[in-house]
C-alpha cells in the first residue's frame, strides 16, 4: 500500500508530492497578492469584471442572505454581495492566502464595506463552518488550485444550505480549436512576460497559465459536482469557454 506522503498532484505541469502543493500555492499568491487586480485588470482587458458582474447576477443573492467568497481574495464579488445582502445578512471572504486576505481585507476597508463582511483564512477542502450554513457559496478563479477539488466540492455541499446553490466561476476549455490555439499563445508567451515586468514574477504566472491547462474541462466538473450530491447542476460558458460558470444547487 503506497504511503500517502509519496502520492503526487500536479503543479501545473509539474508533478509534486501532494502535501507540498498548498505550500506551493502559497508562495505563488503571496507573491502575486500585492499587484493582483492590475494584473488581473491587464491579463484580461478588464473582462475580468463583467465575469464576476455575470455571476453576481446568477447568485440570487437578496437581503438578509449568507453568503461564502472562498478565495475571495482581494474581495471583487464579497464587496457586491456586502451591498446585496445588507445589514441583516452576512458575507465570509475565505482564502487559504493569509496575504491575499489582507489585501482584501485593506482593499474593502477603504471602499467603506464594514459590518456585514468577516474574513477567514480557511482550506476549500475543510471549511470550518457548521453544516447548512449559507444561502450561496461561490468560488471564483480558485477551484484550480485546490489540491482535491472533489473533496473541496463536497466540503462546499455540506455548509450550503437546502435550497442553496453554488457557483464556480472558473477557467475551463475553449470552444474552437482556432481560439484554443490563440489562448495558448497568448498565456505561455504574454502572460509571463507581463508577470515579470509589472509583478517582478514570471515564475508564477507561468504557473498560473499551467493550472488553466490541468483544470478538468465543463462536463468534467460538472460531473465532479453531481458526484457530490449537487442537483440541477449546469454550466454556461463565457468568452467562448475561456470561462466556464458552473452551477449547483442543494436540494
Known sequence: MQDDQKKTTDFGFKEIPTDEKVQAVAQ???SVAAKYDIMND???GGIHRLWKRHTISQSGV???NCVLDIAGGTGDLTLKFSRLVGSQGQV?????NDSMLKVGRDKLANQGV????KFVQANAEALPFPDDTFDCITIAFGLRNVTDKSKALASMYRVLKPGGRLLVLEFSKPESEL???VYDQYSFRLLPAMGKLIANDADSYRYLAESIRMHPDQETLKGMMDDVGFERTSYQNLTGGIVAL???FKF
Do not use: C, P, T
Open 62 to 64: 437578496r437581503a438578509g
Open 179 to 181: 481560439l484554443s490555439q
Open 92 to 96: 465570509i471572504l475565505a482564502d487559504i
Open 246 to 248: 458552473h452551477k449547483g
Open 114 to 117: 464594514v459590518g456585514n463582511v
Open 42 to 44: 491587464l491579463m484580461s
Open 28 to 30: 505563488v499568491f503571496h
